[in-house]
Nanobody, 123 residues
Framework: QVQLVESGGGLAQAGGSLRLSCAASGRTFSTRTMRWFRQAPGKEREFVASINWASTTPYYIDSVKGRFTISRDNAKNTVYLQMDSLKPEDTAVYLC????????????????WGQGTQVTVSS
């Protein structure tokens, strides 16, 4: 079964940058759709971005378009979220998400989660 471990969170000033990583176990990483979600204090978990097996169709919510970039390195079993022009409203725990089956939808929630990494953006 796939396990996901996020890293790279921390403190940033508004306008700054952070790069999150999600390392995945398993032999079939290259066939799995990968996603990032986030959950702010007192808020529901929110979809952020997703990327397919070939990195050809990344998808983002409107609030992060032009600021965040999702990418993957299948040789390292890792997906990344480059976050630029950070805003205080980006403050949240960021969670990596995938499916227990290959070739999942870019637009649906998977059933496998990491524990999350905290991102805090100050004004």
């Amino acid at each position: 079964q796939v396990q996901l471990v996020e890293s790279g969170g921390g403190l940033a000033q508004a306008g700054g940058s952070l790069r999150l990583s999600c390392a995945a176990s398993g032999r079939t990483f290259s066939t799995r759709t990968m996603r990032w979600f986030r959950q702010a204090p007192g808020k529901e978990r929110e979809f952020v971005a997703s990327i397919n097996w070939a990195s050809t169709t990344p998808y983002y919510i409107d609030s992060v378009k032009g600021r965040f970039t999702i990418s993957r390195d299948n040789a390292k079993n890792t997906v990344y979220l480059q976050m630029d022009s950070l805003k205080p409203e980006d403050t949240a725990v960021y969670l990596c998400n995938t499916d227990s089956v290959p070739y999942g939808s870019l637009y649906k929630l998977g059933d496998t989660w990491g524990q999350g990494t905290q991102v805090t953006v100050s004004s």
